[in-house]
Every structure is written in structure tokens, then in C-alpha cells.
């Protein structure tokens, strides 16, 4: 074993505090001060000093976040304080009631002030400290005795290893909530679909599985974090007098703090604080399920004290559920615009997220193979926000003998053509093409969408009237529609029909991109049209384009080149542009020389949380069409920053930097400018 001076000392102990500073302002604050890079340097030089001199290494060193032997089992660990459980409130009634029972316990008719917590949807554990140093790390298990997880618990960064700062408690034992943020979740669930593997159903489950991980190194690979929310035991330092008080206190040592806290004066605000977060409950970056109140003064919580298992003076304020069990009770198939064969669940009605949900998706015939699901089963639909329900697990303790096994149909349940799915797709999709009159209707209603030809007044009930009435069989129909073929329509009036002739008449002056994503041309989205009609300039260009040329179109990959080759190959489909040309459809062509067509070139872009009327992947595409760089982080060359819900630490950077933010009705507003000039 070498020896170390003085110097070396010095540089070892500065090293380990600027990398723990780096790793709380990473993982708790959320304010990175230096690149992933930079950070992967100063831990390597950490190891290498290590590996010279072993004798440096103890259990706070951040060297040590995964070490160790995969365990045999968990131990049973007994909490000297029992972490009890609270009791739920499902309405504003029993909000009310709890608030009454409170003032009358106290005696008092003054108002109480509550802290107000979102109840993250995870596991609780409880952290144990001496002389500021990590010792035990255990789960709730039933609020007595739980599970020592301590190995794991040193994986998860957001869980400081040491205190921080200079007067630290003797003793002190912090109870959280470990969770797994959305986004991770979701890429958690991405990896193991690669791998053909199980997935989890939910966060929580995802959550409560990580920490269960016999070996400490395949939970380092989950990115959980630990929200504080209270305190068992803090001996050696003045306890603060609030409950607010108490976890300001444990910020400055170190843990992560839910952002969100509110101090409500009375219940009043407590049930206005909970109106607020249910809107913006699905805007989150983790799963809540309610929120806590809790008297805000430690006096008064004595004061009230404790009921077998929970305490007097806190209540949890539960939100509808998010995933609920029900019954599939049939299978129906659809088609869509390009011949995509979608199989959709219908089920029992439930409850769920809010509303009442009877059906769901079940995207192909690969996820229900990986579901083994079956009509007749017990189903978990989960629905959060205004996502589309999804069947996410099936009830196989519940699974009745009779349930019949889903069979892909071979034929178009529409038209009877054949379906068929090539090796690189997951999708199967319908063989019948415009033969086909589910792929009619798709196609009329994206050629008339907003985003499209925007032709005001065209809705899905009329498409579906107007073609199986026989009045239109394509696109090109919509032009020589009349008043006399409009009006015995029904629920179609004289005015309403008159108006929809005008948009279609204004419909005809539109714009080479506009038409191209009007076309439904298979993988073309409307960054894809600007990207061709800004590099080839006409549509002859690009009908007559070859697939080198096509690749040679940054944004523009095989798979996409040969479904436009494809497209502009077909008779039909060279057809239906004639005739819709010959109709007034009308453009101008681009001037290639003109830079006008990539207005945003030099721009850095950033999109981040969840777009509704467009996805991410879509949004991206349409900025890469007009010469913007999309980059997946922030900084000060960032020019614009499009922010939907959920969006979290790019969002506050874009604050600090002052960069301009966009929501996502202002991003859609600002493409409409470009995309009707």
C-alpha cells in the first residue's frame, strides 16, 4: 500500500468535494455547472488516485455509489420510529371533515396552515444517517419492519452519501418517496421491448422492482430518485418548527425537494392547490397520485398525536385513478389512410383517469402477442391525461377458460383484400389501396385536414356520409361537389353546404409543401414536404427524382425515399395530381436559389415535455424543413425553446438564459406563418 503526502491529500479531498457539488447540482438541483464529459473526467481521476491509494476509499466516497456482491437476500430491518401510513381523502367532503376534526382537537377556531405535497406514485423508504455519514437505507415494508436496502440505496444520486455542510446532525433518519421519472420509465420499457423482455407496467411497479435487485449494479442502471418528505429521527441539532421549516432544512443538507410544496393558510387554498395540481398533475415529470396536507406547526401536530396507525394531523387527498381493471370484451380491426391494420379493444366501461373509457388500442399484432391477451380477459387499462387508454397488462390469475385467442384477420375487414406485413414494418396493412373504402375516407379526411388543404367544414361525419353515399371516391371528387349533392345530406344545410364550396374553392391556392403532405405519401410528414419542396423546388422535380437524390436530402432516409418512389411511380397516384391540377389545385414553384426557403437556418432549436396536436418527432421534421438545427439540449447558442407539458429542466434552463419560449398553440402559429407564405 503507497503512501500519500500532503499534497496529494489535499487534491484527493478537493477532487471528492467538487464532484460531489458537480453530482448534487446534476442530480438534486437540477442545474448541471459542467458537461456529462467533463464530469466522466474528474470520476476518473478519482478511481485512478483510488487505485494508487486504496486506503483513501470509504463508503462516502462517490467512487462507491455501486459496489459490492450481489446479495443472497434482503435482511429485515425494524424501524425504531414506525413509518405509519395516512389516511385518504376522496372528495372535498372529507377534506372538509378532516379540517373540522382538527380545529375541534385543537380547540381553536383560527385557521390552520397545511403544507401542501404532491404524493409521488413510488415506494417509501427511510435513510439513516450518523455523524453525517449514509449507514441504512430500509423500505417501509409495514411501517414496522422493512427490507434493508441499503446497497441499492447508494446507487441513487439524488441520496447524498455525506451530509452536506459543516454542522451536521448526530443522528438523523429521513423518509422519502423513491420513484422513476416518466421519461426513464419510458426508456426503461423501450430497452427491454428491444430486448425481448418483460416490461413493467407502470412506474411505481418499475420503481419497487429496481430497488428489489438482489444485485446493487443492475439498479445503478435505473434512474431513480428520492424525494424527502419528513423526518423520523434527528437528535445533535435544533429540530425547525415547521413542517416547511423541516425540509427547507433538508434541502441545505443535500436531498432533492419536491418544487412544488405550498403552504396553504387555510382549506380554502389547501382545495384550490389541489384544483391547480389536477391540471397539472400530467404535466409532471413522475406520476402523483393526490397530495398530502399536513399541519405546518410540529406543535400542533403533538398536539393532535397519532391513531393506531396513522397520524391525526396529516391527510392524503387522493386523485382518480389512473389504471383500472376491467374486461375486453371483443376485438374490432380498423383501417387507416395507408392501409394500416389497427386492432382496437373494446371493453367493459371503467373509470378511469377521469373518465369513462370503453376503448383502447392495441397498436399491432406484435403487442398482442407480447400481452398474450385474449377476449373475455380481466384487463389493467391505464389512461393519465388525455393520453389514448392502453391496455397494459393482463389479469391471467383472472383468465377464464373460455377466453378465445385473437386471430389477425389475413383479409381487409373492409374490403376483403388481402393483408399482408413486410419484414421491417410491425404494421400490417390492407393490399386493396384507394380500392379500398376505409383507406378513402383516411385519405379525403388528412387531404382536408387543418395541417393539409384546411378545408374548413369537411368533417369526419361528412367524409363518411359523402362516400358511402357515393357522392365522392376520391380527392379529386371533392372538387365538382354541388349544392344539390350537399343539401339531402343529413344534418347539411343550405348555408353550412355553401360555406364548405367556399373553403373548398379557397383550398386551391396552397403551397408545394402543403400539397405534398396532402398526398398521405406513406412516411412524409410536414417537415418531410418543406424538406422536398425546398430542395427540389417543383413537383415534377420531385416525382421524377431518383432515390440517390432522394437520400441525397439531409432528413431523408431509405425507407422514406422508397415510399416516395413508390408514390410517384404509380399510375394512379400520377392520376389523381393531373386531375387534381386540372381541378384549380395551385401552387407556386420554389426559386432554389432564393434563402428564403430556409428561414431558420442558423437557428438551434430545442422541444421539450409533450406536444398534443403534433408529435415530437413531427415538430422536428418540420423545423429540419426550414433549416433549423434540433438539439436535445439547451444552452446560450440555443435560439427558441418549445415547451409542452411536462416539460422540466430544459424549460427552467430556457428561464435562466433567457431564452424565447414557445408553447405549443404559439410553435403551431408560428409554422403557419411559414407554411402559407
Same mark, same amino acid.
Given at each position: 500500500?503507497?503512501?500519500?503526502?500532503?499534497?496529494?491529500?489535499?487534491?484527493?479531498?478537493?477532487?471528492?468535494?467538487?464532484?460531489?457539488?458537480?453530482?448534487?447540482?446534476?442530480?438534486?438541483?437540477?442545474?448541471?455547472?459542467?458537461?456529462?464529459?467533463?464530469?466522466?473526467?474528474?470520476? %476518473?481521476?478519482?478511481?485512478?488516485?483510488?487505485?494508487?491509494?486504496?486506503?483513501?476509499?470509504?463508503?462516502?466516497?462517490?467512487?462507491?455509489?455501486?459496489?459490492?456482491?450481489? !446479495?443472497?437476500?434482503?435482511?429485515?430491518?425494524?424501524?425504531?420510529? +414506525?413509518? $405509519?401510513?395516512?389516511?385518504?381523502?376522496?372528495?372535498?367532503?372529507?377534506?372538509?371533515?378532516?379540517?373540522?376534526?382538527?380545529?375541534?382537537?385543537?380547540?381553536?377556531?383560527?385557521?390552520?396552515?397545511?403544507?401542501?405535497?404532491?404524493?409521488?406514485?413510488?415506494?417509501?423508504?427511510?435513510?439513516?444517517?450518523?455523524?453525517?455519514?449514509?449507514?441504512?437505507?430500509?423500505?417501509?415494508?409495514?411501517?414496522?419492519?422493512?427490507?434493508?436496502?441499503?446497497?441499492?440505496?447508494?446507487?441513487?444520486?439524488?441520496? +447524498?452519501?455525506?451530509?452536506?455542510?459543516?454542522?451536521?446532525?448526530?443522528? $438523523?433518519?429521513?423518509?422519502?418517496?423513491?420513484? !422513476?421519472?416518466?421519461?426513464?420509465?419510458?426508456?426503461?420499457?423501450?430497452?427491454a421491448i428491444e430486448r425481448g423482455e418483460k416490461t413493467f407496467v407502470n412506474p411505481r411497479n418499475a420503481a419497487a422492482g429496481s430497488l428489489r435487485q438482489?444485485?446493487?449494479?443492475?439498479?445503478?442502471?435505473?434512474?431513480?430518485?428520492?424525494?424527502?418528505?419528513?423526518?423520523?429521527?434527528?437528535?445533535?441539532?435544533?429540530?425547525?418548527?415547521?413542517?416547511?421549516?423541516?425540509?427547507?432544512?433538508?434541502?441545505?443538507?443535500?436531498?432533492?425537494?419536491?418544487?412544488?410544496?405550498?403552504?396553504?393558510?387555510?382549506?380554502?387554498?389547501?382545495?384550490?392547490?389541489?384544483?391547480?395540481?389536477?391540471?397539472?398533475?400530467?404535466t409532471l415529470a413522475y406520476d402523483i397520485d393526490g397530495i398530502v396536507y399536513k399541519v405546518n406547526a410540529f406543535e400542533l401536530q403533538r398536539r393532535l398525536?397519532?391513531?393506531?396507525?396513522?397520524?391525526?394531523?396529516?391527510?392524503?387527498?387522493?386523485?382518480?385513478?389512473?389504471?383500472?381493471?376491467?374486461?375486453?370484451?371483443?376485438?374490432?380491426?380498423?383501417?387507416?389512410?395507408?392501409?394500416?391494420?389497427? +386492432?382496437?379493444?373494446?371493453?367493459?366501461?371503467?373509470?378511469?383517469?377521469?373518465?369513462?373509457?370503453?376503448?383502447?388500442?392495441?397498436?399491432?399484432?406484435?403487442?398482442?402477442?407480447?400481452?398474450?391477451?385474449?377476449?373475455?380477459?380481466?384487463?389493467?387499462?391505464?389512461?393519465?391525461?388525455?393520453?389514448?387508454?392502453?391496455?397494459?397488462?393482463?389479469?391471467?390469475?383472472?383468465?377464464?377458460?373460455?377466453?378465445? +385467442?385473437?386471430?389477425?384477420?389475413?383479409?381487409?375487414?373492409?374490403?376483403?383484400?388481402?393483408?399482408?406485413?413486410?419484414?421491417?414494418?410491425?404494421?400490417?396493412?390492407?393490399?386493396?389501396?384507394?380500392?379500398?373504402?376505409?383507406?378513402?375516407?383516411?385519405?379525403?379526411?388528412?387531404?382536408?385536414?387543418?395541417?393539409?388543404?384546411?378545408?374548413?367544414?369537411?368533417?369526419?361525419?361528412?367524409?363518411?356520409?359523402?362516400?358511402?353515399?357515393?357522392?365522392?371516391?376520391?380527392?379529386?371528387?371533392?372538387?365538382?361537389?354541388?349544392?344539390?349533392?350537399?343539401?339531402?345530406?343529413?344534418?347539411?344545410?343550405?348555408?353550412?353546404?355553401?360555406?364548405?364550396?367556399?373553403?373548398?374553392?379557397?383550398?386551391?391556392?396552397?403551397?408545394?409543401?402543403?400539397?405534398?403532405?396532402?398526398?398521405?405519401?406513406?412516411?412524409?410528414?410536414?417537415?418531410?414536404?418543406?424538406?422536398?419542396?425546398?430542395?427540389?423546388?417543383?413537383?415534377?422535380?420531385?416525382?421524377?427524382?431518383?432515390?440517390?437524390?432522394?437520400?441525397?436530402?439531409?432528413?431523408?432516409?431509405?425507407?422514406?425515399?422508397?415510399?416516395?418512389?413508390?408514390?410517384?411511380?404509380?399510375?394512379?397516384?400520377?392520376?389523381?395530381?393531373?386531375?387534381?391540377?386540372?381541378?384549380?389545385? %395551385?401552387?407556386?414553384?420554389?426559386?432554389?436559389?432564393?434563402?428564403?426557403?430556409?428561414?431558420?437556418?442558423?437557428?438551434?432549436?430545442?422541444?421539450?415535455?409533450? $406536444?398534443?396536436?403534433?408529435?415530437?418527432?413531427?415538430?422536428?421534421?418540420?423545423? $429540419?424543413?426550414?433549416?433549423?438545427?434540433v438539439s436535445s439540449s439547451v444552452s446560450v447558442q440555443t435560439s427558441h425553446v418549445v415547451a409542452g407539458p411536462g416539460a422540466g429542466s430544459k424549460l427552467?434552463?430556457?428561464?435562466?438564459?433567457?431564452?424565447?419560449?414557445?408553447?405549443?398553440?404559439?410553435?403551431?402559429?408560428?409554422?403557419?406563418?411559414?407554411?402559407?407564405?
Amino acid at each position: 500500500m503507497n503512501d500519500i503526502n500532503a499534497a496529494e491529500m489535499a487534491d484527493y479531498r478537493q477532487l471528492v468535494g467538487e464532484i460531489r457539488g458537480h453530482a448534487h447540482r446534476y442530480f438534486v438541483l437540477d442545474e448541471p455547472s459542467i458537461p456529462d464529459a467533463e464530469y466522466d473526467r474528474l470520476m %476518473r481521476r478519482l478511481q485512478s488516485i483510488e487505485e494508487r491509494y486504496p486506503q483513501l476509499i470509504d463508503a462516502t466516497s462517490p467512487s462507491q455509489r455501486v459496489g459490492g456482491e450481489p !446479495l443472497s437476500e434482503f435482511t429485515q430491518l425494524r424501524h425504531e420510529v +414506525p413509518m $405509519l401510513s395516512l389516511d385518504n381523502a376522496f372528495d372535498a367532503e372529507s377534506l372538509s371533515d378532516f379540517g373540522r376534526r382538527v380545529t375541534e382537537r385543537l380547540n381553536q377556531s383560527a385557521d390552520v396552515a397545511y403544507l401542501c405535497e404532491p404524493k409521488l406514485d413510488g415506494v417509501a423508504v427511510s435513510v439513516l444517517y450518523r455523524e453525517g455519514v449514509l449507514v441504512r437505507a430500509a423500505t417501509r415494508g409495514d411501517g414496522f419492519v422493512g427490507e434493508d436496502i441499503t446497497a441499492n440505496a447508494k446507487t441513487i444520486h439524488s441520496i +447524498p452519501l455525506r451530509l452536506h455542510g459543516v454542522s451536521v446532525p448526530e443522528l $438523523l433518519e429521513v423518509r422519502g418517496e423513491i420513484y !422513476l421519472p416518466r421519461d426513464g420509465f419510458a426508456r426503461l420499457n423501450a430497452t427491454a421491448i428491444e430486448r425481448g423482455e418483460k416490461t413493467f407496467v407502470n412506474p411505481r411497479n418499475a420503481a419497487a422492482g429496481s430497488l428489489r435487485q438482489l444485485d446493487c449494479a443492475v439498479t445503478a442502471k435505473r434512474p431513480l430518485e428520492m424525494c424527502a418528505y419528513g423526518v423520523g429521527q434527528l437528535d445533535g441539532e435544533r429540530q425547525p418548527d415547521t413542517q416547511l421549516g423541516m425540509l427547507q432544512y433538508l434541502g441545505e443538507l443535500g436531498f432533492l425537494i419536491n418544487p412544488h410544496i405550498f403552504l396553504a393558510a387555510d382549506l380554502i387554498q389547501c382545495e384550490a392547490y389541489y384544483a391547480d395540481l389536477a391540471v397539472r398533475r400530467n404535466t409532471l415529470a413522475y406520476d402523483i397520485d393526490g397530495i398530502v396536507y399536513k399541519v405546518n406547526a410540529f406543535e400542533l401536530q403533538r398536539r393532535l398525536g397519532f391513531v393506531t396507525r396513522s397520524p391525526r394531523w396529516a391527510i392524503a387527498r387522493k386523485f382518480p385513478a389512473e389504471e383500472e381493471i376491467t374486461r375486453l370484451l371483443a376485438v374490432e380491426f380498423q383501417v387507416g389512410r395507408t392501409g394500416a391494420v389497427t +386492432p382496437v379493444a373494446r371493453l367493459e366501461p371503467v373509470f378511469v383517469g377521469g373518465v369513462t373509457v370503453s376503448n383502447a388500442t392495441l397498436h399491432n399484432a406484435d403487442e398482442i402477442a407480447r400481452l398474450d391477451i385474449r377476449v373475455g380477459d380481466s384487463v389493467i387499462v391505464r389512461r393519465a391525461g388525455d393520453v389514448i387508454p392502453k391496455i397494459v397488462k393482463v389479469v391471467f390469475e383472472k383468465r377464464l377458460t373460455d377466453a378465445v +385467442p385473437i386471430r389477425f384477420p389475413a383479409s381487409c375487414p373492409v374490403c376483403n383484400s388481402p393483408v399482408e406485413q413486410t419484414l421491417d414494418e410491425a404494421i400490417a396493412r390492407c393490399t386493396g389501396g384507394l380500392f379500398c373504402p376505409a383507406q378513402v375516407k383516411q385519405a379525403i379526411k388528412h387531404f382536408a385536414s387543418r395541417r393539409a388543404l384546411d378545408i374548413d367544414g369537411l368533417g369526419d361525419r361528412l367524409v363518411e356520409q359523402l362516400v358511402d353515399a357515393k357522392c365522392i371516391h376520391s380527392v379529386v371528387d371533392l372538387y365538382t361537389l354541388e349544392l344539390a349533392t350537399l343539401t339531402p345530406l343529413e344534418r347539411v344545410g343550405a348555408k353550412s353546404a355553401s360555406n364548405l364550396l367556399v373553403a373548398i374553392e379557397k383550398s386551391k391556392n396552397t403551397t408545394l409543401a402543403k400539397f405534398l403532405y396532402a398526398l398521405g405519401i406513406r412516411e412524409v410528414g410536414e417537415g418531410s414536404a418543406l424538406l422536398l419542396a425546398n430542395s427540389f423546388g417543383s413537383l415534377e422535380a420531385i416525382a421524377d427524382a431518383s432515390g440517390d437524390e432522394l437520400l441525397d436530402v439531409e432528413g431523408i432516409g431509405p425507407i422514406m425515399a422508397r415510399h416516395i418512389r413508390d408514390f410517384f411511380t404509380n399510375p394512379d397516384a400520377r392520376s389523381i395530381m393531373r386531375a387534381l391540377q386540372e381541378k384549380g389545385v %395551385r401552387w407556386a414553384d420554389i426559386d432554389l436559389n432564393a434563402s428564403v426557403q430556409t428561414p431558420l437556418r442558423a437557428q438551434t432549436w430545442v422541444l421539450t415535455g409533450s $406536444l398534443q396536436e403534433m408529435s415530437r418527432a413531427e415538430a422536428k421534421e418540420v423545423l $429540419l424543413g426550414l433549416g433549423a438545427k434540433v438539439s436535445s439540449s439547451v444552452s446560450v447558442q440555443t435560439s427558441h425553446v418549445v415547451a409542452g407539458p411536462g416539460a422540466g429542466s430544459k424549460l427552467r434552463q430556457a428561464e435562466t438564459l433567457a431564452i424565447p419560449i414557445m408553447d405549443e398553440q404559439q410553435f403551431i402559429a408560428f409554422l403557419d406563418a411559414y407554411n402559407d407564405a
